[in-house]
């Protein structure tokens, strides 16, 4: 039986009913790189004449720290009257009472981009990346208004922001992105969003099709009367696929970039006046990090793997019998041939970029930066250390030390100083770097330390040391100290409070590997089977337990965020005591959390951020419904 029969049997019409109650067909003006009209779109599975190469060697070779960082440009507001059709306010929860009060417009489009300036990534010209140069160079890539990740967006609480996105992807057979599906769902990772906004994974529109997103920003039970103090304001989130069954691919090509949300404290300037105001580098000092690792074929195309990493043969004779096959529970493989066909367990790249680009390098002045890291990648977890290389003459290299403002995407009661950040895939952490303790000349450097098994399912659990620890990002420190408004805050947010007398329920979900896909609670994902009912208003306590004894699951859970109580019996650290909506599930974890559902309404779902493991089913829908509804 072949997985996509296995698992995607009867998904497409389920998934094709509910992208048809918002997503319209739009004419907009076709983008010069998108290639013509081919075959029709034809639902959730590749092709039958599909053929995917496999990944034989290793990506062609760079000098790392050569090539400029890609900055990503703050999206800018449209007129609403240039939409068509017009919104339709009926379509989205709580429209009135969050009337939009800025308007953006996105077009997803197929364009080359280049990852490196040197050949077979670039056309050879000494610090062009990205959309510039040759525009027939590059690597074949997807993305938003023509670039990749796509506009930064900077909202604000109490501003809600309406944001149509236009699918004008090549259709299926169509395009030169072969190994991702033309029909997105874009996610708010993060967002305290409405169902019909949130982007789950059945709600995709296909090629010619729209669909809208309403974003209240509004911090989570308080919509009518924040203040200066309340203490579920979020900052960092991302925006990124989540179309089900090819959420992995699907980012891989291109779809995630960044939406930063400010408040008064949190105000988005360094010169804020009001005493309140944190003052956190801002402007071109608050730079966005996406962490991606990419694979590439020898002529620098992007290139997805779909066999499993030892390079079998993409057409091996079934099996008379089950055999193993070096999973990690040493289940045996009962899939015959299709063990070899998917990979399950994890997909990772040999060339780790920094918003798209291989092992960059940003020129820093010397005063403090704001850093928002995020991985973004499918399945590489990440361990960040910071090096510092005096300039020559100065001494010998030396590792410093981050100061930590944020754990995905809300800011902690008080910073941190750490000497790493445990990044699992979909983690954020807004830090600062005061690079005027540095000299003019020196080097500051972010390396991976951290060893993943080869078929991406979870670390090795050795460091990399040396010369095999992997050279991520570099910064280098310019000229004279600069005068610096900014400043390291000495408190920050206060956690809200946990009371038990709201909790409704308490739930177990066991994360597992059961015959070649991943599991909840021995459940494979069904986006029509609703698997908890929450009863708006309410608050639970779930905890997430891992059965696997050599696997890792970053777990993440849409709509609100949670307060970590236990990991594996002990209280939560420093880091982990925080607001947070990824939960860090290695081998043999249990983590129990309180978490509340407030303001809206409708279906969501929780899944493993491997998103391998997501797309191969390792996801659950929940509902959020009406009080005595709950199950």
Not at 213 to 232: K, L, Q, R, S, V
Not at 402 to 421: Q, R
Not at 553 to 575: C, D, K, M, Y
Request: hydrophobic share 35%.
């Amino acid at each position: 039986m072949k997985r996509r029969d296995a698992l995607k049997l009867g998904l497409g019409a389920a998934g094709a009913t509910v992208a048809a109650s918002q997503a319209g067909a739009v004419e907009i003006e076709q983008w010069p790189d998108s290639a013509a009209e081919g075959l029709p779109q034809t639902g959730l599975v590749f092709p039958d004449t599909f053929e995917p190469s496999i990944v034989v060697q290793s990506s062609p070779a760079v000098e790392p720290f050569t090539a400029p960082l890609n900055i990503m440009p703050i999206a800018q507001p449209v007129n609403p009257n240039t939409y068509d059709p017009p919104i339709e306010p009926e379509r989205h929860q709580r429209f009135d009472d969050f009337p939009p009060q800025k308007h953006y417009e996105e077009v997803m489009t197929e364009f080359r981009w280049k990852y490196h300036w040197q050949p077979p990534y670039g056309d050879g010209t000494e610090g062009v990346v990205g959309r510039a140069g040759d525009p027939d160079v590059g690597s074949w890539h997807w993305g938003f208004n023509g670039i990749t990740p796509g506009e930064t967006y900077h909202a604000y609480y109490g501003e809600p922001v309406f944001l149509r996105r236009n699918n004008l992807l090549p259709t299926v057979g169509a395009g030169n992105v072969t190994f991702a599906l033309p029909s997105p769902t874009i996610h708010l990772h993060n967002g305290h969003t409405a169902s019909e906004s949130d982007g789950i994974p059945q709600d995709f529109f296909n090629p010619g099709e729209f669909w809208d997103h309403h974003y209240a920003n509004i911090p989570a039970g308080t919509p009518f009367n924040w203040d200066y103090d309340n203490p579920e304001i979020m900052n960092t989130l991302w925006y990124h696929d989540h179309r089900l069954d090819f959420t992995a691919t699907n980012v891989y090509a291109g779809f995630s970039g960044f939406y930063l949300i400010f408040d008064e404290r949190d105000s988005n300037n360094e010169r804020d006046r009001n005493p309140r105001a944190f003052r956190l580098p801002s402007g071109k000092y608050d730079i966005p990090l996406i962490l991606h690792d990419v694979m590439f074929q020898p002529n620098g195309q992007v290139i997805w793997d779909f066999f499993s990493p030892d390079g079998a043969s993409p057409h091996p004779e079934p099996r008379p019998e089950p055999v193993e096959v070096g999973n990690s529970q040493g289940t045996p493989d009962t899939f015959d041939s299709n063990r070899l066909q998917y990979t399950t367990q994890g997909m990772t790249g040999d060339k780790i970029t920094v918003n798209r680009i291989i092992q960059p390098y940003l020129d820093v002045d010397r005063r403090k930066y704001r850093f928002r890291f995020l991985n973004g990648g499918p399945s590489r977890l990440y361990r960040l250390v910071l090096k510092v290389v005096p300039k020559p003459g100065r001494g010998e290299p030396y590792f410093d030390d981050f100061i930590v403002l944020s754990n995905d995407g809300n800011l902690l009661e008080a910073p941190l100083v750490e000497p790493k950040i445990d990044l699992w895939i979909a983690n954020r952490f807004d830090v600062i770097i005061d690079f005027s303790k540095y000299k003019d000349g020196d080097k500051v450097q972010v390396w991976n330390d951290l060893e993943i098994r080869g078929d991406g399912a979870g670390p090795t659990g050795f460091t990399l040391e040396g010369e095999n620890m992997m050279p991520v990002l570099e910064f280098r420190c310019k000229g004279r100290k600069k005068p610096d408004p900014s400043r390291v805050p000495a408190t920050m947010r206060k956690l809200p409070e946990i009371r038990m007398s709201e909790v409704r329920r308490k739930r177990l979900f066991v994360f597992d590997y059961d015959n070649g896909l991943w599991t909840v609670n021995g459940r494979l994902m069904d986006p029509n089977r609703v698997d908890a009912k929450i009863e708006q208003g309410s608050a639970e306590i779930w905890t997430f337990r891992n059965e696997g004894t050599a696997w890792a699951h970053p777990v993440h859970t849409h709509f609100e965020e949670f307060q970590i109580l236990e990991v594996n019996g002990r209280p939560p650290s420093a880091v982990e005591r925080a607001r947070k909506d990824v939960v860090s599930l290695g081998p043999g974890d249990e983590v129990t959390f309180f978490s509340r559902w407030r303001d809206f309404f409708g279906k969501h779902v929780m899944h493993c951020h491997n998103v391998v493991h997501e797309d191969h089913a390792m996801m659950m829908r929940w509902d959020i419904v009406e009080p005595g509804q709950g199950d």
